[in-house]
């Protein structure tokens, strides 16, 4: 089983300011990790995966987010917020070991980014 | 082209009552989902078909109960609705496994909020 723990549920940020949002995993077997981003009163959006070699994954939107295996995290950064990035970001992982677990996600409890000028 | 739509888009009913909410995609997939989203904003599947075949059932009550007519829908019926039930559900649907892309890259539909009296 694995479980996902983000260590902060809010994040106030000033625009062009830069924001990193952290995110911890933990499995018993190797694992594929994704941040989503779901903008208020809409659905949840792909940001970026992670699912082997470089460590560094870029995503859309100008986000990327860093795998450290030893320290099992997946923090995700932006170098400058803009208010349009005001939405909260979820951090999920995804047991690569059986196809039966295809698609189902271990989200983590969420973090509300809120840019303000 | 909405590619994950889900009707309706808010519900409001009455303990004791059965509702259903409609799921379709039109992105050709194989592979669909129901997840549950609380008040905490924290998400946890609840089944996901593959192909009007049922893969994963999380634990949910039996009240509820999900029905794929072919691999483009995918609809679930809640009976006697509990005021637990409250919650946003959010159909999904993905890439099967074994085809280029990524597990747990899921597209999402815009949510259906449920909201129990």
């Known amino acids: 089983a694995q479980s996902v723990t983000q260590l902060d549920s809010q994040v106030p940020v000033f625009e062009e300011a830069p924001v990193e949002l952290r995110c911890n995993y933990s499995?018993?077997?190797?694992?594929?990790l994704f941040w989503y981003v779901q903008y208020p009163n809409q659905g949840l959006q792909l940001l970026l995966k992670?699912?082997?070699?470089?460590?560094l994954v870029k995503g859309i939107n100008g986000f990327e987010a860093e795998f450290n295996k030893s320290q099992t995290s997946f923090h995700l950064r932006k170098p400058s917020v803009h208010i349009s990035d005001t939405a909260e970001y979820f951090c999920?992982?995804?047991?690569?070991?059986?196809?039966?677990?295809?698609?189902?996600?271990?989200f983590g409890a969420g973090t509300q980014v809120v840019v303000t000028p | 082209d909405t590619a994950v739509s889900q009707t309706p888009k808010y519900l409001v009913t009455q303990m004791g009552n059965d509702k259903s909410i409609k799921c379709e995609q039109n992105l050709g997939h194989d592979t669909m989902y129901w997840y549950k989203q609380d008040s905490k904003k924290f998400l946890k599947i609840m089944f996901s078909?593959?192909?009007?075949?049922?893969?994963i059932n999380e634990t949910v009550p039996n009240r509820f109960s999900p029905k794929s007519p072919d691999k483009a829908h995918l609809n679930l019926h809640i009976n006697s609705l509990e005021l637990g039930d409250s919650a946003v559900y959010f159909c999904?649907?993905?890439?099967?496994?074994?085809?280029?892309?990524?597990?747990?890259?899921?597209?999402f539909g815009e949510g259906s909020r449920l909201t129990v009296l």
């Open positions: 078909y593959n192909n009007k075949e049922l893969i």
């Open positions: 992670y699912l082997s070699g470089s460590t």
């Open positions: 999920a992982v995804s047991d690569l070991e059986t196809t039966d677990s295809w698609g189902k996600l271990q």
């Open positions: 999904a649907s993905s890439l099967p496994p074994g085809l280029a892309g990524a597990p747990g890259e899921l597209f």
């Open positions: 499995s018993s077997v190797s694992v594929y």
